[in-house]
């Protein structure tokens, strides 16, 4: 199993990025897909999860309306559009996966079944 992330970066405050997760070896289809962060000094977070099949979605208030999950099943990609950035969304981003329904509001990377290695985000002037 593997879920590898990347699309991080430094970009200014105000800016966008996108992060992509591509997944394999499992049944990606299954599975709710989530975007959590972690930053140095900082509670982890989770920051949006899509469920199965694309069609509901949720996020922490915190990147309400400035973030947008979506997913790609034949392609075995879920995504991040990360807009509107802030130096507070600073942080190590994971792509993480559980069986759905999956665990709202998790506390940990240990809720998930399958997580990935994380791809930095830092935003800064």
């Known amino acids: 199993v593997q879920l590898q992330a990347s699309g991080g970066g430094l970009v200014q405050p105000g800016g966008s990025l996108r992060l992509s997760c591509v997944a394999s070896g499992f049944t990606f289809s299954n599975y709710w897909m989530y975007w959590v962060r972690q930053a140095p000094g900082k509670e982890f977070e989770w920051v949006a999860v899509?469920?199965?099949?694309?069609?509901?979605?949720w996020y922490a208030e915190s990147v309400e309306g400035r973030f947008t999950i979506s997913r790609d099943n034949a392609k075995n990609i879920v995504y991040l559009q990360m807009n509107s950035l802030k130096s507070e969304d600073t942080a190590l981003y994971y792509c993480?996966?559980?069986?759905?329904?999956?665990?709202?509001?998790?506390?940990?990377?240990?809720?998930?079944?399958?997580w990935g290695q994380g791809t930095q985000v830092t935003v800064s002037s």
């Open positions: 993480a996966s559980a069986p759905g329904p999956g665990p709202m509001r998790p506390k940990k990377l240990e809720d998930f079944e399958y």
């Open positions: 899509i469920n199965s099949y694309g069609m509901s979605t």
